[in-house]
T-cell receptor, first 114, second 112 residues
Framework: NAGVTQTPKFQVLKTGQSMTLQCAQDMNHEYMSWYRQDPGMGLRLIHYSVGAGITDQGEVPNGYNVSRSTTEDFPLRLLSAAPSQTSVYFC?????????????FGPGTRLTVT | GNSVTQMEGPVTLSEEAFLTINCTYTATGYPSLFWYVQYPGEGLQLLLKATKADDKGSNKGFEATYRKETTSFHLEKGSVQVSDSAVYFCALSESDAGKSTFGDGTTLTVKP
Protein backbone atom coordinates (compact mmCIF):
# COMPACT_ATOMS: atom_id res chain seq x y z
CA ASN A 1 0.00 0.00 0.00
CA ALA A 2 1.18 3.50 -0.81
CA GLY A 3 -0.90 4.88 2.09
CA VAL A 4 -1.83 8.56 1.75
CA THR A 5 -0.14 10.42 -1.09
CA GLN A 6 -0.13 14.16 -1.74
CA THR A 7 0.98 16.21 -4.70
CA PRO A 8 2.71 18.53 -5.17
CA LYS A 9 5.24 18.59 -2.33
CA PHE A 10 6.04 22.27 -2.84
CA GLN A 11 4.14 25.05 -4.60
CA VAL A 12 4.56 28.80 -4.99
CA LEU A 13 1.55 30.83 -6.09
CA LYS A 14 0.91 34.48 -6.74
CA THR A 15 -1.96 36.21 -4.98
CA GLY A 16 -5.21 35.56 -6.83
CA GLN A 17 -4.12 32.36 -8.56
CA SER A 18 -6.07 29.16 -8.08
CA MET A 19 -4.80 25.62 -7.73
CA THR A 20 -5.74 22.14 -6.55
CA LEU A 21 -3.84 20.12 -3.98
CA GLN A 22 -4.22 16.43 -4.68
CA CYS A 23 -4.74 13.71 -2.07
CA ALA A 24 -5.26 10.00 -2.61
CA GLN A 25 -5.38 6.94 -0.38
CA ASP A 26 -5.44 3.26 -1.21
CA MET A 27 -6.65 1.87 2.12
CA ASN A 28 -10.39 2.10 1.37
CA HIS A 29 -10.86 4.61 4.20
CA GLU A 30 -14.24 6.30 4.32
CA TYR A 31 -13.06 9.35 6.25
CA MET A 32 -10.67 11.87 4.71
CA SER A 33 -9.69 15.31 5.88
CA TRP A 34 -7.50 18.32 5.16
CA TYR A 35 -5.53 20.22 7.78
CA ARG A 36 -3.28 23.21 7.66
CA GLN A 37 -0.32 23.56 9.98
CA ASP A 38 0.98 26.99 10.93
CA PRO A 39 3.74 27.77 13.43
CA GLY A 40 2.39 27.88 16.97
CA MET A 41 -1.14 26.93 15.89
CA GLY A 42 -0.99 23.18 15.65
CA LEU A 43 -3.27 21.50 13.15
CA ARG A 44 -6.49 23.15 12.03
CA LEU A 45 -9.19 21.22 10.20
CA ILE A 46 -10.22 22.76 6.86
CA HIS A 47 -12.71 20.28 5.38
CA TYR A 48 -13.54 16.65 5.84
CA SER A 49 -15.53 13.88 4.19
CA VAL A 50 -17.15 10.75 5.57
CA GLY A 51 -17.64 9.13 2.19
CA ALA A 52 -17.99 9.69 -1.54
CA GLY A 53 -20.36 12.56 -2.26
CA ILE A 54 -20.34 13.83 1.34
CA THR A 55 -18.22 16.74 2.54
CA ASP A 56 -18.42 19.16 5.43
CA GLN A 57 -16.61 22.20 6.76
CA GLY A 58 -14.06 22.13 9.50
CA GLU A 59 -12.64 24.90 11.61
CA VAL A 60 -11.14 27.11 8.87
CA PRO A 61 -12.97 26.45 5.56
CA ASN A 62 -12.99 29.94 4.04
CA GLY A 63 -11.12 30.19 0.75
CA TYR A 64 -11.09 26.44 0.16
CA ASN A 65 -13.37 24.00 -1.67
CA VAL A 66 -13.40 20.21 -1.65
CA SER A 67 -15.20 17.42 -3.44
CA ARG A 68 -15.26 13.65 -3.00
CA SER A 69 -16.29 11.85 -6.16
CA THR A 70 -14.49 8.61 -5.25
CA THR A 71 -13.46 6.90 -2.03
CA GLU A 72 -9.80 7.24 -2.98
CA ASP A 73 -9.45 10.93 -3.86
CA PHE A 74 -10.08 14.13 -1.90
CA PRO A 75 -8.70 17.23 -3.69
CA LEU A 76 -8.49 20.62 -2.01
CA ARG A 77 -9.04 23.67 -4.21
CA LEU A 78 -7.78 27.15 -3.44
CA LEU A 79 -10.11 29.48 -5.29
CA SER A 80 -8.09 32.72 -5.17
CA ALA A 81 -4.86 32.35 -3.24
CA ALA A 82 -3.99 34.85 -0.51
CA PRO A 83 -0.75 35.29 1.48
CA SER A 84 -2.68 34.14 4.59
CA GLN A 85 -2.95 30.72 2.96
CA THR A 86 0.81 30.22 3.10
CA SER A 87 1.06 27.06 5.17
CA VAL A 88 1.81 23.36 5.18
CA TYR A 89 -1.22 21.29 4.17
CA PHE A 90 -1.78 17.73 5.31
CA CYS A 91 -4.30 15.23 4.07
CA UNK A 92 -5.32 12.38 6.37
CA UNK A 93 -7.58 9.36 6.23
CA UNK A 94 -9.01 6.75 8.57
CA UNK A 95 -11.70 4.15 8.83
CA UNK A 96 -15.02 5.61 9.91
CA UNK A 97 -16.06 2.69 12.06
CA UNK A 98 -13.91 0.53 14.28
CA UNK A 99 -11.97 1.70 17.27
CA UNK A 100 -9.50 3.31 17.73
CA UNK A 101 -9.90 5.72 14.81
CA UNK A 102 -6.22 6.39 14.20
CA UNK A 103 -5.44 8.68 11.29
CA UNK A 104 -2.93 8.18 8.51
CA PHE A 105 -1.27 11.31 7.22
CA GLY A 106 0.26 12.22 3.90
CA PRO A 107 3.73 13.84 3.69
CA GLY A 108 2.32 17.35 3.25
CA THR A 109 2.33 20.14 0.68
CA ARG A 110 4.28 23.30 1.47
CA LEU A 111 2.46 26.23 -0.13
CA THR A 112 3.80 29.77 -0.38
CA VAL A 113 1.59 32.58 -1.65
CA THR A 114 3.41 35.75 -2.64
CA GLY B 1 -16.91 20.63 22.23
CA ASN B 2 -13.83 18.50 22.56
CA SER B 3 -10.42 19.98 23.28
CA VAL B 4 -6.85 18.89 23.91
CA THR B 5 -4.34 20.91 25.90
CA GLN B 6 -0.71 19.93 25.88
CA MET B 7 2.40 21.25 27.49
CA GLU B 8 3.85 24.26 25.74
CA GLY B 9 7.26 23.96 24.23
CA PRO B 10 9.86 24.01 23.17
CA VAL B 11 11.41 21.38 25.40
CA THR B 12 15.18 20.91 25.32
CA LEU B 13 16.78 17.91 27.02
CA SER B 14 20.16 16.27 27.13
CA GLU B 15 20.54 12.76 25.78
CA GLU B 16 19.44 10.06 28.28
CA ALA B 17 17.25 12.50 30.25
CA PHE B 18 13.71 11.63 31.33
CA LEU B 19 10.90 13.07 29.24
CA THR B 20 7.37 14.02 30.22
CA ILE B 21 4.99 15.91 27.95
CA ASN B 22 1.68 16.64 29.63
CA CYS B 23 -1.64 16.28 27.85
CA THR B 24 -5.15 16.82 29.21
CA TYR B 25 -8.41 16.61 27.35
CA THR B 26 -12.10 17.41 27.53
CA ALA B 27 -14.58 15.26 25.67
CA THR B 28 -18.30 14.68 25.70
CA GLY B 29 -18.02 10.91 25.36
CA TYR B 30 -15.37 8.22 25.74
CA PRO B 31 -12.67 9.00 23.23
CA SER B 32 -9.65 7.08 22.05
CA LEU B 33 -6.40 8.91 22.80
CA PHE B 34 -3.29 9.18 20.66
CA TRP B 35 0.20 10.56 20.51
CA TYR B 36 1.48 11.41 17.04
CA VAL B 37 5.06 12.36 16.17
CA GLN B 38 6.21 14.62 13.35
CA TYR B 39 9.86 14.47 12.31
CA PRO B 40 11.30 17.47 10.45
CA GLY B 41 9.88 17.82 6.95
CA GLU B 42 7.49 14.91 7.32
CA GLY B 43 3.82 14.26 8.04
CA LEU B 44 2.45 13.04 11.34
CA GLN B 45 2.71 9.39 12.23
CA LEU B 46 1.10 7.47 15.03
CA LEU B 47 3.39 6.90 18.01
CA LEU B 48 1.01 5.17 20.42
CA LYS B 49 -2.65 4.90 21.34
CA ALA B 50 -5.08 3.88 24.09
CA THR B 51 -8.76 3.17 23.72
CA LYS B 52 -10.13 2.99 27.27
CA ALA B 53 -9.45 4.03 30.83
CA ASP B 54 -6.26 2.63 32.40
CA ASP B 55 -4.96 1.37 29.04
CA LYS B 56 -1.25 1.99 28.53
CA GLY B 57 0.00 2.66 25.04
CA SER B 58 3.68 2.06 24.33
CA ASN B 59 6.07 2.20 21.40
CA LYS B 60 9.80 2.85 20.86
CA GLY B 61 10.31 3.32 24.62
CA PHE B 62 7.52 5.90 24.90
CA GLU B 63 4.53 5.26 27.15
CA ALA B 64 1.27 6.98 28.02
CA THR B 65 -1.58 5.87 30.28
CA TYR B 66 -5.23 6.81 29.73
CA ARG B 67 -6.34 8.39 33.01
CA LYS B 68 -10.07 9.01 32.96
CA GLU B 69 -10.22 10.42 36.48
CA THR B 70 -7.74 13.18 35.64
CA THR B 71 -8.61 13.33 31.89
CA SER B 72 -4.93 13.03 31.07
CA PHE B 73 -2.66 11.13 28.70
CA HIS B 74 0.89 12.22 29.54
CA LEU B 75 3.73 11.03 27.32
CA GLU B 76 6.87 9.67 29.01
CA LYS B 77 10.20 8.19 28.03
CA GLY B 78 12.88 7.12 30.43
CA SER B 79 15.93 7.96 28.34
CA VAL B 80 15.63 10.18 25.29
CA GLN B 81 17.93 10.06 22.27
CA VAL B 82 18.93 12.70 19.74
CA SER B 83 16.78 10.86 17.20
CA ASP B 84 13.68 11.59 19.33
CA SER B 85 13.90 15.27 18.39
CA ALA B 86 10.52 16.02 16.78
CA VAL B 87 7.14 17.64 17.34
CA TYR B 88 4.71 15.59 19.44
CA PHE B 89 0.94 15.95 19.17
CA CYS B 90 -1.65 14.65 21.60
CA ALA B 91 -5.03 13.89 20.01
CA LEU B 92 -8.41 12.34 20.66
CA SER B 93 -11.01 10.77 18.39
CA GLU B 94 -14.60 9.80 18.90
CA SER B 95 -16.88 8.00 16.53
CA ASP B 96 -19.09 11.05 16.12
CA ALA B 97 -18.63 12.31 12.53
CA GLY B 98 -15.10 10.91 12.48
CA LYS B 99 -13.43 14.14 13.55
CA SER B 100 -10.23 14.20 15.58
CA THR B 101 -9.06 16.93 17.92
CA PHE B 102 -5.35 17.77 18.17
CA GLY B 103 -3.28 19.67 20.68
CA ASP B 104 -0.99 22.44 19.47
CA GLY B 105 2.10 20.25 19.46
CA THR B 106 5.23 20.26 21.62
CA THR B 107 8.65 20.60 20.03
CA LEU B 108 11.31 18.41 21.62
CA THR B 109 15.02 18.93 20.98
CA VAL B 110 17.49 16.44 22.41
CA LYS B 111 21.13 17.53 22.58
CA PRO B 112 24.05 15.09 22.65
Amino acid sequence: NAGVTQTPKFQVLKTGQSMTLQCAQDMNHEYMSWYRQDPGMGLRLIHYSVGAGITDQGEVPNGYNVSRSTTEDFPLRLLSAAPSQTSVYFCASRLLAGDPYEQYFGPGTRLTVT
Amino acid sequence: GNSVTQMEGPVTLSEEAFLTINCTYTATGYPSLFWYVQYPGEGLQLLLKATKADDKGSNKGFEATYRKETTSFHLEKGSVQVSDSAVYFCALSESDAGKSTFGDGTTLTVKP
